[in-house]
C-alpha cells in the first residue's frame, strides 16, 4: 500500500497546484469547528496542532481556544515572564498570529515578537527563551516560554501551533495533553470563558514589546559553531530558504562572520508557488525529499556545499557537490562522528541521543568512540531535558531535526534548530576538507553500508485506533506469528524505547543485520514503517515487504 511516486515529482508546481488564498482565508475566520467530530477538534500531534481551515481543523476559533488555554496552564505553573511568539510564512501563520495576540493581551501576558511583526524561526524562539531564563534575578524568577505559529514543513494550506514550556523545548506530553482537553472544553463551550481584544489594540498595547531577534541569535553563532573556520576556508554556500522564516537571517550571518553565502532563492509567498512537488504531487517543503530540494539540487555544482531548511527553521537538507541530498540518518552519523572528535572542552560522560527510527550506523559511531547512546521514541521532546542540563551532547531524528551542545558543552537550545545543522556541514568541510558526503563514505568503510528506507501509507482513524488497541496488549515474536524477519531470526521486539522505557506508539522488531519500526503518524494521516538492512537493498526490499504484511496481520 505504499505511495506511488507521483509523475510531476520535482517539477516546479502548477496553477492548479496552488492552494487558493483568499478561500483558505476566508475560511479561517468564518469557518467554526464542530466539535462533535474528531477531526476537528484540537489535537497535539508529536509537534503541537496542525490543520488547514479548509476542513475545519485550523480555524480562529481552534487558536482562541488554544491560546487562552495555554494562558490557563501558565497560570497554573506559575509562568509569569514573557511569553515569546514565532511566526513562519505560511498563510494561515499569519491569521493564527494575530488570533493569539488578541488572547495572550487581553489576559495580560507579555508578548515578545521580531520588529516590525517579521518572521521568528522554532530555533530563535528556544534559544530566546534559554537565554532569558538564564538571567533572572534569582529572588523574583518570571520565567519566559513561547509559542510558534508553524505547521513545519506541511503544505501551504496548512497551519499550526506549538507550545514551549520554560526549558524552550517542545512542551512534554503531560502539558500538551492539558492543554488539548483544555481548548477542547473551550470549543465545547463556544468559547465561553475566551479573554479576547481587538487586534488594533492589543498590537499597540504596551504588553507587545517588539525587539530585535535576529541579532542576538547571529551574533551567539559562533559559541556553538567555528565560525571562523568556515570564513578562512573561503566555503561558498549555497542557500535555499525554501520561502521560510529564516530567510532574512543568512545576510546578517554573512556580514556577521564574513562568509560567502548565495541565496538561491529569495521569493516568499504564501502559495510556495516556486516549490517543485513532493513525491505524491503535494507542495510540502520538505528539505530532506529529492523531490521538494530539486531546485537546490540543480545549483549543486555551483557551490562547495548547499543548504535548505523547512519554514520554521527545524530541519536541515544538505546537498554536496558530485552526489546529491544527503540522507538525514548519514548526515546526523557524520555530525555525531565530527563533534566527538572536534570539541575538546565536551565531557566523555555526555549523551548521543537518537530517535529509535533513527539509523543503527549511530550505534556504530557511538561504539567506535566509546561514547553512551540513549533511544528514544520518535519525538524531539524525548531530547529536552538532556539538552537543557547539558548531559546530552547531541539529540537528532531522522527527519532531519538536530541540536547539540555549545562548543564549551553547555546548553545552546531545546529545539531543533536546523541553521546550527546547516553551519556544522559548512565547518566540517572548512576543517577537514572533506563534504559530509566524502566523510560519510569513511563511515561506510569501517561499519558497512546502510540501506535504510521509510514507506508512508495513508490510513484512516479507525487503523489507527485499532493499532493503539493492539499496542495495550503484549506484542512478542508469538503475536507476530513468525520467528524470522527476511531470512534472519527475530532477536528483540520492542514497545517501549531502550533509553527511558517510554511508549514508542508503534512497533520495532530487530535481526542481528536489520530492523523495522511501525507507527502511525502524529501530525498526519499516514501509516509510516521505516527499515534499514546492512546487507543489501534487496535485503532492504525484503524487510519492508514482511513488515508491511506483519502490520497488516495485526490490524485485520
Request: aromatic share 8%; net charge negative.
Amino acid at each position: 500500500m505504499k505511495l506511488s511516486i507521483h509523475e510531476r515529482a520535482g517539477q516546479v508546481a502548477q496553477q492548479q497546484d496552488l492552494v487558493n488564498i483568499p478561500k483558505l482565508m476566508s475560511h479561517y475566520f468564518c469557518i467554526k469547528p464542530d466539535i462533535k467530530l474528531d477531526e476537528q477538534k484540537v489535537c497535539f500531534g508529536t509537534s503541537g496542532h496542525r490543520g488547514s481551515s479548509l476542513m475545519g481543523s485550523f480555524n480562529q476559533a481552534h487558536i482562541l481556544a488554544i491560546t487562552q488555554a495555554v494562558v490557563d496552564y501558565r497560570n497554573g505553573a506559575g509562568i509569569s515572564g514573557p511569553l515569546y511568539l514565532g511566526i513562519d510564512t505560511h498563510a494561515l501563520s499569519q491569521a493564527a498570529f494575530i488570533s493569539a495576540i488578541e488572547v495572550l493581551v487581553a489576559n495580560r501576558v507579555s508578548v515578545i515578537i521580531h520588529q516590525d511583526e517579521g518572521f521568528t524561526p522554532t530555533p530563535v524562539v528556544s534559544h530566546s527563551i534559554i537565554q532569558a531564563n538564564k538571567q533572572l534575578d534569582a529572588l523574583k524568577p518570571a520565567l519566559a516560554d513561547g509559542l510558534i505559529v508553524t505547521p513545519s514543513h506541511n503544505p501551504p494550506q496548512d497551519g499550526g501551533i506549538k507550545y514551549n514550556p520554560p526549558h524552550g523545548g517542545p512542551a512534554e506530553g503531560e502539558i500538551t495533553q492539558w492543554i488539548e482537553q483544555k481548548a477542547n472544553q473551550y470549543l465545547g463551550d463556544e468559547l465561553e470563558g475566551v479573554k479576547r481584544l481587538d487586534y488594533a489594540v492589543a498590537i499597540a498595547s504596551p504588553l507587545v514589546k517588539k525587539a530585535d531577534l535576529i541579532a542576538p541569535y547571529v551574533d551567539d553563532l559562533d559559541a556553538v559553531i567555528d565560525m571562523k573556520a568556515i570564513s578562512d576556508a573561503g566555503i561558498r554556500i549555497g542557500v535555499d530558504p525554501m520561502g521560510g522564516s529564516g530567510i532574512h537571517y543568512w545576510a546578517k550571518i554573512a556580514k556577521r562572520y564574513n562568509l560567502d553565502i548565495s541565496l538561491v532563492n529569495t521569493r516568499i509567498d504564501p502559495s510556495f508557488s516556486f516549490m517543485p512537488l513532493d513525491k505524491d504531487g503535494k507542495i510540502r517543503m520538505d528539505c530532506s525529499s529529492p523531490y521538494a530540494m530539486a531546485g537546490l539540487l540543480k545549483q549543486q555544482d555551483n557551490f562547495d556545499l548547499c543548504v535548505g531548511n523547512d519554514p520554521d527553521y527545524d530541519r536541515h537538507g544538505i546537498v554536496c557537490p558530485g552526489s546529491g541530498l544527503m540522507n538525514p540518518n548519514h548526515f546526523l552519523a557524520v555530525a555525531i562522528d565530527y563533534l566527538l572528535t572536534h570539541r575538546p572542552q565536551w565531557s566523555d560522560a555526555l549523551i548521543i541521543g537518537k530517535t529509535l527510527v533513527s539509523s543503527a550506523m549511530i550505534d556504530k559511531v557511538c561504539a567506535q568512540h566509546d561514547k553512551p547512546l540513549c533511544e528514544v521514541p520518535v519525538g524531539f521532546k524525548w531530547f529536552v531535558d538532556g539538552l537543557a542540563d547539558a548531559s546530552f551532547a547531541f539529540g537528532g531524528e531522522e527527519s532531519a531535526g538536530a541540536a547539540f551542545l555549545r562548543r564549551d558543552g553547555t546548553t545552546w537550545c531545546t529545539d531543533k534548530d536546523g541553521f546550527i545543522l546547516a553551519l556544522l556541514a559548512a565547518e566540517i568541510l572548512a576543517v577537514t576538507g572533506q563534504t559530509p558526503a566524502q566523510r560519510y563514505q569513511q563511515l561506510v568503510a569501517l561499519h558497512g553500508e546502510s540501506f535504510y528506507k521509510r514507506v508512508d501509507s495513508p490510513v484512516q482513524a479507525d487503523k489507527k485506533a485499532k493499532f493503539a488497541q493492539v499496542l495495550k496488549k503484549e506484542v512478542n515474536i508469538q503475536t507476530l506469528g513468525t520467528e524470522t524477519l527476511a531470512g534472519e531470526s527475530i532477536l528483540t521486539v520492542l514497545t517501549k524505547a531502550p533509553g527511558n522505557h517510554a511508549d514508542i506508539g508503534g512497533i520495532k522488531v530487530i535481526t542481528e543485520n536489520a530492523w523495522f519500526a511501525a507507527r502511525p503518524s502524529g501530525t498526519e494521516a499516514l501509516f509510516k514503517i521505516y527499515g534499514e538492512s546492512f546487507i543489501s537493498q534487496a535485503h532492504l526490499e525484503q524487510v519492508i515487504i514482511e513488515a508491511q504484511a506483519m502490520i497488516d496481520a495485526l490490524l485485520a
